[in-house]
Nanobody
């Protein structure tokens, strides 16, 4: 059982920045994808960005140019650098790990609130 532990959420003003981190409890040696989803009140959970163990990235259109996903495979950690934050980015952000043969894992979620 892999555990994902997120950190870095909080309250920030519009235009500000936050960096989220998610550490996995063990190394996954096979191909896998780690990423970030978010869920705002009354809305479905949506993919924000993800990155494969090979380094390929994927972003939803609304965050392109503002958010950057990265990972450190040696530390089993994925990051999400969020710049130029907008009120519509407010949500609970969840870390995810999945891949061929893996059951799929979720973190507990971290709240990001963008408000003046």
């Amino acid at each position: 059982q892999v555990h994902l532990v997120e950190s870095g959420g909080g309250l920030v003003q519009p235009g500000g920045s936050l960096r989220l981190s998610c550490a996995a409890s063990e190394i996954i040696f096979s191909f896998n994808v780690m990423g970030w989803y978010r869920q705002a009140p009354g809305k479905e959970r949506e993919l924000v960005a993800d990155i494969s163990s090979g380094g390929s990235t994927n972003y939803r259109d609304s965050v392109k140019g503002r958010f950057t996903v990265s990972r450190d495979n040696d530390k089993n950690t994925v990051y999400l650098q969020m710049n130029s934050l907008k009120p519509e980015d407010t949500a609970v952000y969840y870390c995810n790990l999945h891949g061929p043969g893996l059951p799929g894992y979720w973190g507990q979620g971290t709240q990001v609130t963008v408000s003046s």
